[in-house]
DNA sequence: TTGAAAGCGCTAACAC
DNA sequence: GTGTTAGCGCTTTCAA
């Protein structure tokens, strides 16, 4: 490979880095111990300069700060985090990172977390990745998976953990007796000790039909995914609420389940156009994309013959002619709000009194967090 | 939150989790010299058996074995470190994982690393997040964000990195001195001892542009992203070598940079189609809908009036009316290739000399991954 | 084949 | 304010 011809390039290449060069000794970081001896002071008094533990005369301080800064001089994790039992070090155990979902919330949540000093690990699944969508039903390949990781992190000697879920259920991966601070994201969790962060699918799916429903259709087909699904559970409940609310009979031959994706909505699409629908909501970007299909097939145009919406805002919605209209999904708070209750159980871990006085009622907290509308071109006013 | 009517999901609950109550005792995990006195044993003989130094006899190891089994006991990570110094831990610094090539290269390396026993921590200097396109001129900036996470990895003792780029270009963020196995993915190292793993640009567009060509295409319009991009400058010579290579003169006129993104895509369509091309090379699938949305705005049908083509095969791909011919990134391969080449160097760091001899030539190595055509219903036969 | 002892780099108790 | 001592849980000589 000749680089050469990329001359142009080389603006943009930075200058040498140097910091490790500073570090190390040889190959040897240098120790909090020989930094003291270099300071002629303890490894105690730097250790307590570095962690502002006690205090120590402006002098001395400043002579080690300084010496930290000539040397380049870092705590070693490692040293730290066994004796002191504080890794300030959380973990993320994702069901699967490839989820549309869970790399904003993700990075949401460790933006959050290392501002506040803490590092981050992510523990990848791989769930859908395995075993596509069945593994939810089968115990023992579950926990083949997660145990490891489990272990794995108490191992590492982690201070909390955030579960980060694929799709939303109930998920019981932790019991009472999980002694680690932990927080359930994207799913419930099943222990009054341990907080959910979900989507508020149930209002999101109700105003979107109030949309439709403000736009003149009454019959509205519902395009869901797996029947047993929490999501698609708490959409159609929002779904009939609309309809209630605005005196529209609930007829259920409007309903048809599918598997989330394309297909799916294009075979609910073709089982609901006999019905006479005016517009399908489709829960998905994915089946809003089939249901597309069917009506293209037919002749029908979206969005002047009839009308389509969907949910989650991937970013293929936006190139669907006409454009999706759909529900965006809050991934970014979502991470954030994760973070923010890890950090509350982190902070209140020593005044433990006050952290039970919250879960008397025996019941998790859920915060559910409200989705927004994005309106596009795809739903007509009759 | 009453979960009263969710009973369906029931089901899916799984049982108490109880790894973490055997492995707890207290508070506390049951360690090395606890088990070693379990066993009547020294902690030197169970940290043998565990690691499979000098040999035990049968007997021993059977109980010592049975034990863990039994207490669930698991090798403090911290004080192994500590005392080892290999941590059988290795790093990826990702420039951002919200890049759509990022979370599938992840998820790659990981599974790799990790059926080998390595742990890995992901770092994310979220670049595009804070700076969106601007970054990589800004040294400082740069730095101030690379930096700490530099030093983090040292603090923990990672045994080797992977540095995972957003797009390609070279980049100098490890010099020749750095002190851990390293290697580049999806851009180049600027160090002989630091290889490189990334797509090939340059054939991937020679297909694309071949194939354009074989479809009776000569004036096709290069759309690209931004001049000084390695990408756009390799795709750009794929493109003129498929050109040369079928006796057509390269027209200087027919090529049009952008930022990547859709309304570059536009734009870029705009000043092109005067010029009488019939095809257009949008080289990222975003500024291919672009090109549709122009087109399309122009009354000309894509697949009947005219072809695109684009690049990155991108979920959107597929959604396109009609779907759009495009390249296929292979990401989990990159991902695969950059973790065996870690592996490498990890196991052969103790043999140093059989290390050097590659690298004679004092040039970085550089793998090529090849893409692959996935052809749909965007490229006309004229 | 097994064990005793030392020590990785750090923090915490408790002197001084 | 600062230093001494002990020890986190493990691996590693070295000796038995």
């Known amino acids: 490979m000749n680089f050469s011809k990329f001359q142009i390039e080389k603006k943009i290449i930075v200058k040498q880095y140097s910091v490790y060069s500073m570090m190390m000794k040889g190959d040897v970081m240098v120790t909090l111990k020989q930094l003291a001896k270099m300071c002629n002071v303890s490894p105690t008094t730097v250790s307590n300069v570095i962690n502002g533990k006690a205090k120590a005369s402006e002098e001395t301080k400043k002579r080690i700060m300084d010496m930290i800064k000539e040397t380049g001089y870092k705590p070693n994790f490692m040293a730290k985090g066994l004796r002191a039992k504080k890794t300030q070090m959380i973990a993320i155990i994702a069901e699967d990172i ?7 919330i993700i990075e949401s949540i460790m933006d959050h977390l290392e501002r506040r000093g803490y590092r981050v690990t992510v523990h990848n699944l791989r769930l859908y990745d395995r075993w596509a969508d069945t593994w ?15 272990q794995d992190i108490f191992s590492v000697q982690v201070d909390g953990v955030i ?12 019991n009472d007796d999980f002694p680690l ?12 000790k341990i907080p959910s962060v979900v989507i508020d699918d149930e209002k999101s799916a109700f105003d979107m039909v109030s949309y439709l429903v403000e736009n003149g259709h009454r019959r509205i087909g519902f395009v869901g995914g797996r029947a047993d ?3 698609t559970i708490k959409r159609l409940l929002g779904y009939q609420r609309a309809l209630y609310e605005n005196g529209i009979l609930f007829d259920p031959k ?32 994915l089946m809003a994309g089939g249901i597309y299909d069917f009506l293209e097939e037919k002749g029908l145009k979206v969005g002047k013959d009839i009308s389509v919406c969907g949910f ?12 999706l209209t759909t529900t965006s999904l809050p991934l970014a708070k979502i991470g954030e709000i994760s973070a923010r209750l890890l950090l509350d159980k982190l902070e ?11 879960r008397e009622d025996n019941n998790p907290k859920v915060i559910s967090v409200p989705c927004s509308m994005v309106i596009r071109n795809s739903v007509l006013k009759i």
Chains 1, 2 share one sequence.
């Open 229 to 231: 699904n929490i999501h």
């Open 98 to 104: 490839a989820q549309f979902s869970s790399p904003p």
């Open 163 to 174: 579960y980060l879920a694929g799709h939303s259920r109930i998920i019981r991966c932790f």
């Open 254 to 285: 409007l309903v048809h389940y599918g598997d989330w994706s394309r297909e799916a909505g294009y075979e609910s699409a073709k089982a609901l156009l006999p019905e006479n629908v005016t517009a399908f909501f489709g829960i998905s970007d």
């Open 312 to 323: 989650d805002n991937e970013s293929i919605s936006a190139f669907f002619r006409p454009a």
């Open 181 to 192: 601070p932990a927080v359930m994201c994207y799913a419930f969790s099943d222990s009054s």
């Open 348 to 358: 209140n871990i020593n005044n433990e009194e006050d952290d039970d006085k919250g």
């Open 136 to 150: 939810y039903d089968q115990e023992k390949a579950y926990h083949s998976v997660l145990d490891p990781v489990i």
